[in-house]
């Protein structure tokens, strides 16, 4: 506005006539008291909730992690925003509802001559269109007769009913009637028509003055309502945390050395507060009845730095002795309210029990270390053994070794770990398969493999390996131990060549036994051809026999797998057929033999063989003078571990004066006594012919 113009409003105020000038004067004055008291209660809100924010978000900060989300505190931190200001070169946009053409033509000139920009409706209902397609007006200028249809203050309250917008009255009423009704519709003022632009630009600057005020008083008040109710949600959350944290939230003042505490505090304490006599307490009580005293100088130390200044948060840990003498441990956070001097107001804290958590500490420090010790005395146990120990992943790499791994592959165990299992052996896909037969049978046993040093060297090896499972059962590896066998191959190829040394030295041995035997029966063969006597030449000839026998054990020990035990049949049958062959001439024999295979020892069957050389012996020389043939039956069985040996003929039969012990025969007399060398015995059946029967214990 150019100081012309401003010169001529000011003329037209001058012009007015003083009762006009007063009644602007007042309601400017009104307006300005409306705005005053609505932003004292805006201050005393806003204190309010500062104090609130202020306690609780000590509270956020002194209690645990986890009682309240960083979301919480946010959303409870919010400061208010201003409405963006009005730009100086805004034209404000005014709509003047005026049935009078000539009037509303003349009102717009000297509005927008003013800076305004003006919308001009002829109608209520045209008024209530244009505010609902136009939601730019700042203000309504609205007659109050508006001629035919509804007058302005039904349209005007149409129109605040779907908009928030000022609304001034212009009228050439000014009865009571008029004035109180379009106050009960808008607050934002009432103008004489005919008043000059001076008051009616007035009117129109301090109506939207006072709606700006409006809507940021307004926008405040929500803002600090949803604020308010925020915090005390966020309080209830958090007493409620505090609560099931058995958190005690306590406050002192700074000059009264006085506590104010929560319920939840006596809670801690093991008292009530009825029985400290209300929920405050002077500090020294405190410290006399619930501090042990060698606990004392410590929190009075670590406060007195937090009072300084030293530091600006105090968290300790300590213990209390409860009402009911119980010692147990709190954690305490304790942070200190200044005021705009610095001094000292009040210090606020919480305390928390943590008995039960120190006790786990304590009992998993004792577990750890436990723990710690078993793990150390394994990994002696591990380190000293002689075997290489390894343990293989699932992918088949080596995860853990031993100094004896590092020593037989000669790769130290930072190389090892993280390398192939395989890698180290002379058939590694020998090796692969076995650690996978480890993970399909869950072990495997003596499984031999070779190890190659880096320089070559050859260790062999048995691999006994099993898998090993977390406390869920599931897999996680193998743990393999090789076992080195090189010293127990040598030791067994140096075994295996003294057994073949043996073998053919017992081969010689039986050799030249035989061959002696042989050379025995042939020089009593010769002697007998060489006795005239018949006497003579037959117990010459017998002698050949029982040699003959002993050949016979000799070629069956050597062709047994242990040199110890005789097949009966192979060596009774040889017996019994070499006898009867050493007695052929003009009697034609008939052998029967039923002889039951079974091994045993040489010490059994040479005394053995020796009585069927003597009974077969017998019977060929007495049983069968004068015949020209006979028959001769030889059976063998084993029953309940008792060896029968049965020889039986169809001769002559011996007579019944001859028996072994008063017989003249040497052959006669060696039957009892070879039977007895066995521990068995022996019996004669006579009848048609003779039947020896022995028996012993196999």
């Known amino acids: 506005m150019s100081a012309m113009e401003k010169r001529g409003r000011l003329k037209q105020w001058d012009e007015l006539p003083p009762e006009e000038q007063g009644k602007v004067q007042h309601e400017l004055k009104v307006h300005q008291c409306e705005v005053e008291r609505k932003i004292q209660e805006l201050l005393r809100a806003q204190a ?170 307004e ?55 009825d029985r400290e006599g209300g929920y405050q307490m002077p500090a020294e009580v405190y410290a006399r009845e619930f ?18 200044g030293e530091i600006t948060e105090l ?57 710690r010790e078993v793990s150390l005395y394994t990994r002696n146990l591990i380190e000293t053994s002689l075997d290489p120990l390894v343990t293989i992943s699932p992918e088949g790499k080596i995860s853990d070794v031993n100094a004896a791994t590092e020593r037989v592959t000669g790769v130290n165990r930072d190389k090892l770990i993280g390398s192939d299992f395989s890698d180290y ?50 897999v996680l590896g193998v743990f393999a131990a090789a076992r080195d066998i090189t010293q127990r191959k040598q030791a067994e190829e140096k075994i295996k060549t003294l057994l073949e040394e043996k073998e053919r030295l017992l081969e010689e041995v039986h050799h030249r036994t035989k061959n002696n035997m042989y050379a025995i029966k042939n020089l009593l063969a010769i002697q007998a051809s060489t006795v005239s006597e018949s006497a003579g030449r037959a117990n010459l000839l017998e002698a050949a026999n029982r040699v003959q026998s002993m050949m016979l054990l000799y070629d069956n020990l050597l062709q047994s797998s242990d040199y110890l035990s005789v097949s009966t049949r192979s060596f009774l049958s040889g017996v019994a057929d070499s006898v009867v062959a050493s007695f052929s001439g003009n009697v034609s024999m008939t052998v029967e033999k039923e002889i039951e295979d079974c091994l045993l020892s040489a010490g059994k069957t040479q005394p053995l063989g020796l009585i069927l050389n003597e009974v077969l012996t017998n019977s060929m020389k007495h049983a069968f003078v004068g015949r020209a043939s006979g028959k001769v039956a030889v059976t063998f069985h084993v029953s309940e571990g008792r060896g029968v040996l049965v020889v039986q003929d169809d001769g ?42 022995v028996e012993f214990p196999t």
């Open 48 to 217: 309010k909730l500062t104090d609130l924010s202020a306690r609780y978000f000590d509270l956020y900060d002194l209690a645990p992690d986890g009682i309240v989300t960083p979301h919480q505190a946010k959303q409870s931190s919010q400061t208010f925003e201003e409405p963006s200001p009005v730009k100086q070169d805004y034209r404000s946009m005014l709509l003047l509802v005026e049935d009078d053409a000539m009037i509303a033509m003349s009102e717009q000139m000297e509005l927008e001559r003013c800076g305004y920009h003006v919308v001009v409706a002829g109608t209520g209902e045209e008024a209530i269109e244009i505010c609902r397609n136009n939601p730019a007006i700042d203000l309504i200028l609205m007659d109050i007769d508006l001629g035919v249809g509804m007058d302005g203050p039904e349209a005007a309250t149409q129109i605040l009913k779907a908009h928030w917008v000022p609304v001034l009255f212009l009228s050439s009423h000014t009865d009571p009637e008029v004035v109180a009704q379009t106050e009960r519709i808008s607050s934002y003022g009432y103008v004489v028509k005919n008043s000059g632009i001076t008051v009616l630009d007035a009117s129109i600057k301090m109506a939207l003055k006072l709606f700006q005020s409006t809507v940021r008083l």
């Open 652 to 693: 002559a039969g011996m007579p019944d004066s001859i028996d072994f012990k008063n017989s003249s025969s040497l052959g006669l007399k060696l039957i009892p006594l070879l039977a007895k060398q066995i521990g068995g015995t022996v019996r004669v059946e006579r009848g048609q012919g003779t039947k020896v029967i």
């Open 315 to 371: 968290q300790l840990e300590h213990r209390i002795r409860r009402r009911d003498g119980e010692l147990r441990h709190i954690f305490v956070c304790i942070k200190v309210v200044r005021d705009d001097a610095g001094r000292v107001v009040s210090t606020r804290g919480i305390n928390q029990d943590i008995t039960v958590r120190k006790q786990a500490e304590e009992q998993r420090q004792e577990s750890m270390t436990k723990l």
């Open 425 to 474: 052996f002379t058939d590694l896909e020998k090796a692969k398969a076995g650690y996978k037969c480890v993970f399909s049978d869950g072990q495997v046993i003596d499984y031999p493999l070779a190890i190659r040093h880096t320089s070559g060297a050859i260790t062999d090896v048995l691999y006994n390996a099993s898998v090993y499972r977390n406390e869920k059962g599931e």
């Open 291 to 308: 501090l042990p005293m060698e606990e004392q100088h410590l929190v009075s130390e670590n406060i007195a730095k937090l009072l300084s």
């Open 219 to 273: 926008s405040k008040k929500d803002f600090l309502q949803l604020a308010e109710e925020a915090l005390l949600k966020t309080q209830e959350r958090l007493a409620l945390a505090m609560d099931q944290s058995q958190l005690a939230y306590w406050e002192m003042d700074a000059t009264t050395k006085t506590f104010t505490f929560n319920d939840q505090f006596y809670m801690i304490y093991a008292t009530t507060a």
